[in-house]
């Protein structure tokens, strides 16, 4: 049995050799000047018989190397290949590197099925076929505590929401937001929310099957009641999925509703932010059986701040 270094050696010795018959019995790479085509001798040696029908040369040593220690998780992608993308094998298993074969079935797996976890560098160095195998890269997109507690970090209209649905968490963290809430449209508004905000059995009561069913759907995301794995779990509260053709087949079927109840919280959103005061009035009217009936701009007052600019104010009326 030949130790690596000696498998190297010959293995090298076959590289310059089969470039020394290319070229005509030349060593040197670069093109040699001849009178007239010569007949290509046929390679004698293993490898360097290999090399030409490749044609592109004799196989790296270091890669199949690094094939045979890894025998095992290369046995186990092409499976999972054969499984979940068998049309696409040729395609993805033609790729030399690792982290472009998880990139290439990632691709085809998100037209297929459902999108995978964009964010994360597959060609990075430590990441190998083993790690890709051990679990489903699916994202998670369920609301969680972190993100309750970082309600600042989201755009006005999500706070807004936010302070009309009865909290998943402690009901002390609502004051936060209902202060924040009072910056944005005044402190008229927020009177009109309950301390505790409503609940979801009231929140699909009063806005389900209507125009403002955002609501609806907003309430249920942070609820985690939406009925879709990835929109209510989160990475705290969730460990990774093993691969399964079942929990696929799930998560495959399931897609569509997820992108119908993003669509409806963005609608929601947009709607909110065109008319943030006027419209968010109309939510609270609707949800406490109010006509909206806001004071005419012309017969306001309207008060400036200490930089000199209006302050503006309006209210709901019984």
Request: glycine letters at 4%.
């Given at each position: 049995?030949?130790d690596?270094?000696?498998?190297?050696?010959?293995?090298e010795?076959?590289?310059?050799?089969?470039?020394k018959?290319?070229?005509?019995g030349?060593?040197?790479?670069e093109?040699?000047?001849?009178?007239?085509?010569?007949?290509?001798?046929?390679?004698?040696?293993p490898l360097?018989?290999?090399a030409?029908?490749l044609?592109?040369?004799?196989?790296?040593?270091?890669r199949?190397?690094?094939?045979?220690?890894?025998?095992d998780?290369?046995?186990?992608?092409?499976s999972?290949?054969?499984?979940?993308l068998?049309r696409?094998?040729?395609?993805?298993?033609?790729?030399?590197?690792?982290g472009?074969r998880?990139?290439r079935?990632?691709?085809y797996?998100?037209?297929?099925?459902?999108?995978?976890?964009?964010n994360?560098d597959?060609?990075?160095?430590?990441?190998?076929?083993?790690?890709f195998?051990?679990?489903?890269p699916?994202?998670?997109?369920?609301?969680?505590?972190?993100?309750?507690s970082?309600?600042?970090?989201?755009?006005?209209s999500?706070?807004?929401?936010?302070?009309?649905?009865?909290?998943?968490?402690?009901?002390?963290?609502?004051?936060p937001?209902?202060?924040?809430?009072?910056?944005i449209?005044?402190k008229?508004?927020?009177?009109?929310?309950?301390?505790?905000g409503?609940?979801?059995?009231?929140?699909?009561r009063?806005?389900e099957?209507?125009?403002?069913?955002?609501?609806?759907a907003?309430a249920?995301?942070?609820?985690s009641?939406t009925?879709?794995m990835q929109?209510?779990?989160?990475y705290?509260?969730?460990?990774?999925?093993?691969?399964?053709?079942?929990?696929?087949?799930?998560?495959?079927?399931?897609?569509?509703?997820?992108?119908?109840?993003q669509?409806?919280?963005?609608?929601?959103y947009?709607?909110?932010?065109?008319?943030?005061?006027?419209n968010f009035?109309?939510?609270?009217?609707?949800?406490?059986?109010?006509e909206?009936?806001?004071?005419?701009k012309?017969?306001?007052s309207?008060p400036?701040?200490n930089?000199?600019?209006?302050?503006?104010k309006?209210?709901?009326q019984?």
């Amino acid at each position: 049995m030949w130790d690596l270094d000696t498998l190297r050696y010959l293995n090298e010795q076959a590289y310059l050799s089969s470039l020394k018959m290319v070229n005509g019995g030349v060593e040197s790479t670069e093109p040699q000047p001849v009178s007239e085509p010569q007949p290509r001798p046929e390679p004698v040696f293993p490898l360097a018989i290999l090399a030409a029908k490749l044609i592109v040369g004799p196989p790296s040593l270091i890669r199949l190397i690094d094939l045979v220690e890894a025998s095992d998780s290369v046995a186990e992608f092409l499976s999972l290949v054969r499984e979940f993308l068998p049309r696409h094998e040729v395609n993805i298993m033609s790729e030399v590197d690792d982290g472009q074969r998880i990139e290439r079935f990632c691709h085809y797996f998100s037209n297929q099925y459902f999108p995978l976890e964009d964010n994360f560098d597959y060609t990075y160095d430590d990441f190998t076929l083993a790690d890709f195998l051990q679990h489903i890269p699916v994202p998670l997109m369920g609301f969680s505590w972190d993100d309750y507690s970082q309600f600042n970090d989201f755009r006005d209209s999500f706070v807004l929401l936010l302070s009309m649905v009865e909290s998943p968490y402690d009901s002390d963290e609502r004051l936060p937001i209902l202060e924040r809430v009072k910056d944005i449209v005044g402190k008229s508004l927020v009177e009109l929310i309950p301390r505790d905000g409503w609940s979801l059995d009231e929140i699909h009561r009063m806005f389900e099957g209507s125009q403002y069913e955002g609501v609806v759907a907003f309430a249920d995301w942070i609820h985690s009641n939406t009925g879709c794995m990835q929109l209510d779990a989160n990475y705290t509260e969730y460990g990774p999925e093993l691969w399964s053709m079942e929990l696929v087949t799930s998560l495959t079927r399931e897609w569509p509703l997820v992108i119908a109840i993003q669509d409806k919280m963005q609608n929601m959103y947009a709607w909110l932010e065109e008319d943030i005061y006027h419209n968010f009035e109309t939510l609270l009217a609707t949800m406490l059986g109010r006509e909206v009936v806001s004071v005419p701009k012309e017969q306001m007052s309207f008060p400036l701040d200490n930089d000199g600019q209006v302050i503006r104010k309006e209210v709901i009326q019984a």
